[in-house]
């Protein structure tokens, strides 16, 4: 088992759409890192957050120490949100496996 | 304010062969952390140094080397190349300690290994 898990791997979406991408750990941590990398190989750090909720833009962080949890939130998806997400255990630097999002005009 | 620099962006070696990769941070920055990702195992940390410092190590071979300099300016080493090596490497760089500060990264470093 994966220290870090994220779900789904592959996410297809039209857009507007409300997207979740989840991320579940095993270890416990001090910090969570939301990345977002874009085809090319360019990573941009989204989030990082120790608890409860981050917003930023259309984008929600949210995070459950207790439960090991947390969630990435798109409001209103469009296109350009199209990448991999990516959810980064502060810790040890554990990566996830990556969410692909595709979003559909 | 200049973003993280890594240099060279794409690079050609042969097994045997060894290379070295820089990173530059931004500003005022004192840590260096590095990463490999391959199609194969995705995103996988390779070490962390602060001040100098290494704080951090993934589970890399000792082929795997780094450096930090005083001005906070990173070298990562990698000798006797495998085929395996050949991926995108990245660094990010952060006010102190990579787990528990915002990253932020440079557009990597692509080796391929022939």
């Known amino acids: 088992k994966n220290e870090v898990e994220q779900s789904p791997q592959n996410l297809t979406a039209q857009e507007g759409e409300f997207i979740t991408i989840n991320c579940s750990y095993s270890?416990?941590?001090?910090?969570l890192h939301w990345l977002q990398q874009h085809p090319g190989g360019g990573i941009v750090s989204l989030f990082m957050l120790s608890s409860g909720k981050k917003k930023h833009g259309r984008l929600i962080a949210t995070i459950n120490i207790q439960e090991k949890h947390s969630s990435l939130h798109i409001t209103a998806s469009h296109p350009r949100d199209s990448a991999v997400y990516i959810c980064v255990s502060g810790s040890r630097l554990t990566f996830g496996e990556g969410t692909q999002l595709t979003v559909n005009p | 304010k200049a973003g993280v620099t890594q240099t060279p962006r794409y690079l050609i070696k042969t097994r045997g062969q060894q290379v070295t990769l820089s990173c530059s941070p931004i500003s005022g920055h004192r840590s260096v952390s590095w990463y490999q990702q391959t199609p194969g195992q995705g995103l996988q940390f390779l070490f962390e140094?602060?001040?100098?410092?290494?704080?951090n190590k993934g589970n890399f071979p000792g082929r795997f080397s780094g450096r930090q300099f005083s001005n906070s300016r990173s070298e990562m080493n990698v000798s006797t190349l495998e085929l395996g090596d050949s991926a995108l490497y990245l660094c990010?760089?952060?006010?102190?300690?990579?787990?528990?500060?915002?990253?932020?990264f440079g557009a990597g470093s692509r080796l391929t290994v022939l």
């Open positions: 270890v416990g941590i001090s910090a």
């Open positions: 990010a760089s952060s006010s102190f300690a990579s787990g528990a500060n915002v990253l932020t």
């Open positions: 140094y602060f001040s100098e410092t290494q704080r």
